[in-house]
């Protein structure tokens, strides 16, 4: 990593957010973590229709993206208008395990704690067997707490709710 650098996303990120999150979450790998179907993060389209101003979306969301060397390595998604305030967060599948997703979550924590939280949310799923999606061990370790409370949905994965208190 040679100098990672986290923006604010503008509506030129589009073609980069979505090659990443279809790189890496593929519908084999997120077969009974989430919904089957196409989401705004994989159509080039989608997204730029969503997209609103600056790097706001029409949901009141915030993109945010990690660089490196000027290319785009990850994006954040966040919003202090929503119960779960981080709602998807992407790492480049070579760019995995460098620290990436680290800067990504504290980023939006620091933003999130100048705009006045002392708490932060987000979750992940667990399948019909209990096991959770693979990004359950790195929110544990961000200092993310799970109440042990499951909410069901219409599909064959609950919703695992994770909290953090903002120091």
């Known amino acids: 990593m040679h100098s990672l650098k986290i923006r604010p996303a503008t509506v030129k990120d589009v ?22 179907e196409d989401n705004m993060y994989t ?4 997204l730029r229709e969503m997209w609103a101003f600056e790097n706001k979306l029409n949901n009141d969301f915030e993109v945010f993206v990690a660089e490196d060397q000027d290319r785009v390595i990850g994006f954040i998604v966040f919003t202090v208008k929503s119960d779960d305030n981080i ?6 599948k070579k760019e995995q395990g460098k620290g990436v997703g680290r800067a990504l979550v504290e980023y939006v924590e620091s933003l999130a704690k100048s705009r006045g939280f002392h708490v932060i949310k987000t979750d992940t799923t667990e399948n019909s067997k209990g096991v959770a999606w693979k ?25 695992i709710p994770l909290t953090k208190k903002l120091k």
């Open 87 to 92: 709602d998807n967060i992407v790492v480049a």
């Open 15 to 36: 073609p980069s957010i979505v090659k990443i999150r279809k790189e890496t979450v593929t519908e084999e790998n997120i077969i009974e973590f989430g919904v089957p």
């Open 135 to 159: 990004a359950y061990g790195f929110w544990l370790k961000m200092g993310y707490e799970d109440s042990g409370i499951r909410v069901s949905t219409e599909y064959d994965f609950k919703v």
């Open 43 to 46: 159509s080039i389209e989608k």
